[in-house]
């Protein structure tokens, strides 16, 4: 157990409603760190943000947005669904130290119908 | 850009023998961090490489870092069914604390 936690495990909506992913990091940790991993493919990285601000942005679609909340919580939100967006979405943190090892969530596996 | 390549992408293996996975990145960097991921699961950190040089081992798999080179190798000894998985390797960017991830080795050990 990574102490990072994710919710809900699984998620099966219909294409163009809207969803949020949300995600807790290890205690201490001020990183949070968004991943897309489709059916037999690598890690896409979508955003990063560190202690409530955004840091880094990957491949990040428009109809995706993330925050990063005062206690340090975070999530994901994807709206217009499509049928592409069916994937593993990973949180994952990091502490603040220069070892910026990443410790990742359980995963929510999102299906789009 | 900072790319990191694996190789092999795939790798089938019998019980028992020894094989190498390549990770190469093309900028300097002296942290590295191999993971590994079993299928629909999340990823687990397995070694975190810190310095040119460095070599850290666990059971059958040793990991090790040549700054130089640009180069970390996976290795693994007598490989057993247990250590089927995709291994990762990650190269830390300075800014932002991003990881800049390869594209995985499926790795399938065959009894």
């Known amino acids: 157990d990574s102490g990072v936690t994710q919710t809900p495990k699984h998620l099966i909506t219909a294409t163009g409603q809207r969803v949020t992913l949300r995600c807790s990091p290890r205690?201490?940790?001020?990183?949070v760190y968004w991943y897309q991993q489709s059916l037999d493919q690598g890690l896409q990285f979508l955003i990063q943000y560190y202690n409530g601000e955004e840091r880094a942005k990957g491949n990040i679609l428009e109809r995706f947005s993330a925050q990063q909340f005062p206690d340090l919580h975070s999530e994901l939100n994807l709206s217009s669904l499509e049928l592409g967006d069916s994937a593993l979405y990973f949180c994952?943190?990091?502490?603040?130290?220069?070892?910026?090892?990443?410790?990742f969530g359980p995963g929510t596996r999102l299906t789009v119908t | 850009e900072l790319k990191v390549e694996q190789n092999p992408l795939f790798l089938s293996m019998q019980e028992g023998k020894n094989y190498t996975i390549y990770c190469n990145y093309s900028?300097?960097?002296?942290?590295l961090y191999w993971y590994r991921q079993d299928p629909g699961k999340s990823l687990e950190s397995l070694f975190v490489l810190l310095s040119n040089g460095a070599v850290k081992q666990e059971g059958r798999l040793m990991a090790s870092l040549d700054t130089k080179a640009r180069l970390s190798t996976l290795h693994i000894t007598a490989a057993v069914h247990d250590l089927s998985a995709t291994y990762f390797c990650?190269?830390?960017?300075?800014?932002?604390?991003?990881?800049?991830w390869g594209a995985g080795t499926k790795l399938i050990i065959k009894p």
């Open positions: 900028t300097t960097s002296d942290r």
């Open positions: 205690s201490g940790d001020l990183s």
């Open positions: 990650a190269v830390d960017m300075d800014s932002n604390y991003q990881l800049i």
């Open positions: 994952a943190s990091s502490p603040s130290a220069p070892a910026h090892e990443q410790y």
